[in-house]
């Protein structure tokens, strides 16, 4: 079946970059998401990218995709300690009508102050 | 924020009692679903709805029933609630059925 992997854990500096990845096995996967899980709390979806892109930009996050090695990142730029939190990549096939979204494990940011 | 509500917020109770968590959402998204957070697991599907009345069985639905009367409710029922059932439940939310919306989370501990 589908298989979604990210490493567990990641600790950066304040102000540093952090690149969060992510591998997926599923070649048929259509939309790829970021969220964000803060303690005590849901996830938040913090973006998505289409399959039929590269990368995609919003504000301090950048989402990287290379389909042909089936790798998903996320950059986030000037890491501040609001951004420590739990990140679950997610992956799902199709859109229209019910569609399994698979979800990696996530991995867990430290930003140290 | 996606308007998703989820009562109650935590919960103890003993095992063998029945135990019923309501996601309420005011999005009018058509698709619903249930989740069960565990370390080391992840995210695991319970049950999940496509309308009013029409749901069906995630992959850890054993022992898990749940009821959707109305657009906005999802109701999951845990008919005899054991040790195993402790765990973080989070109901979502999905217009088209792929981009999905989390609530904040239900803390039930079954003792």
């Known amino acids: 079946g589908e298989d979604v992997e990210q490493s567990l854990f990641l600790s950066v500096r304040e102000g540093d970059s952090s690149v969060i990845n992510c591998t997926y096995t599923d070649s048929s996967s259509t939309y790829l998401y970021w969220y964000k899980q803060e303690p005590g709390a849901g996830l938040q979806l913090l973006t998505y990218?289409?399959?039929?892109?590269d990368m995609k930009q919003d504000q301090r996050l950048t989402v990287l995709l290379n389909k042909k090695d089936k790798h998903l990142s996320l950059r986030i730029a000037d890491t501040q300690t609001g951004d420590s939190a739990i990140y679950f990549c997610a992956e799902t096939p199709g859109s229209g009508g019910y569609q399994k979204v698979t979800f990696g494990t996530g991995t867990k940011l430290q930003v140290i102050p | 924020d996606a308007g998703i509500t989820q009562s109650p917020r935590h919960k103890v109770t003993e095992t063998g009692t029945p135990v019923t968590l309501r996601c309420h959402q005011t999005?009018?998204?058509?698709?619903m679903y249930w989740y069960r957070q565990d370390p080391g697991h992840g995210l695991r599907l319970i049950h999940y709805?496509?309308?009013?009345?029409?749901?069906d069985k995630g992959e850890v639905s054993d022992g898990y029933s749940v009821s959707r009367s109305k657009t906005e409710d999802f109701l999951l029922t845990l008919e005899s609630a054991t040790s195993s059932q402790t765990s973080v439940y989070f109901c979502?939310?999905?217009?088209?059925?792929?981009?999905?919306?989390f609530g904040p989370g239900t803390r039930l501990t079954v003792l």
């Open positions: 709805s496509y309308g009013v009345k029409d749901t």
């Open positions: 979502a939310i999905s217009e088209r059925g792929d981009t999905q919306y």
């Open positions: 999005e009018n998204h058509r698709y």
């Open positions: 990218i289409f399959s039929n892109m």
